[in-house]
Every structure is written in structure tokens, then in C-alpha cells.
Nanobody, 118 residues
Framework: QVQLVASGGGLVQPGGSLRLSCAASGSIFTLNYMAWYRQAPGNQRDLVARITSGGNTNYADSVKGRFTISRDNAENTVYLLMSSLKAEDTAVYYC????????????WGKGTLVTVSS
């Protein structure tokens, strides 16, 4: 029943910004850490940013200073604010969350494509 739905992907020019959102829904008792991953063609799926229930954050070196992850616990939503976008940021971005429902498990949303191009 737990589901993650991401939105906000699209086309943006280099140097531009974009905001991704991911909302969790269903029978949620506890929303633990939430994160964003990305996968570019030919690459593995890598962690972009993670935020704990207490608000502590971690970022991949490639996005530090440019991306900001945040969460709205009342809405069970995680955001990824991306700025100073580069062509190498082009990838499918995946929302991930550790959630306690009947049991505790990791959940994944469907990928949303971000394309950075002129």
C-alpha cells in the first residue's frame, strides 16, 4: 500500500535550477530517512542526497554546494532543490525512503528524468 510518487523532472538549461518532489502515501506509521538517487546511461545508481528523520543531510561530492535536500514531515514529502545544473547532472532520479508500515522496509518511486541541455 505504501507508494512513492515523484514529480518535477524535465528539461532545463545548464546553469538553471529545478525542484523535485516525492510524496509518500499509504499506511505510514514512521517515515525514517528519505533520499534521492540518480542513474545516468551506462552508470550505476548512485546516492545523490539523503536526509534523516532528524534533518541531518548527506550529499554526493558531485552535488555539494549545488543541491539541497529537505523534507516536510506533515506532508510525508521530500524535496531536492537543484541549482547550477550541469550537463552531467542529466539522469533518471529516483526517490527512496525507509518507512515503517506494518513492517519497516525501503521503498522506491519510479524514476523521473532530468535533462540538462541547451
Amino acid at each position: 500500500q505504501v507508494q512513492l510518487v515523484a514529480s518535477g523532472g524535465g528539461l532545463v538549461q545548464p546553469g538553471g535550477s529545478l525542484r523535485l518532489s516525492c510524496a509518500a502515501s499509504g499506511s505510514i506509521f514512521t517515515l525514517n530517512y528519505m533520499a534521492w538517487y540518480r542513474q545516468a546511461p551506462g552508470n550505476q545508481r548512485d546516492l545523490v542526497a539523503r536526509i534523516t528523520s532528524g534533518g541531518n543531510t548527506n550529499y554526493a561530492d558531485s552535488v555539494k554546494g549545488r543541491f539541497t535536500i529537505s523534507r516536510d514531515n506533515a506532508e510525508n514529502t521530500v524535496y531536492l532543490l537543484m541549482s547550477s545544473l550541469k550537463a552531467e547532472d542529466t539522469a533518471v532520479y529516483y526517490c527512496n525512503a525507509n518507512i515503517r508500515s506494518r513492517f519497516t522496509a525501503d521503498y522506491w518511486g519510479k524514476g523521473t528524468l532530468v535533462t540538462v541541455s541547451s
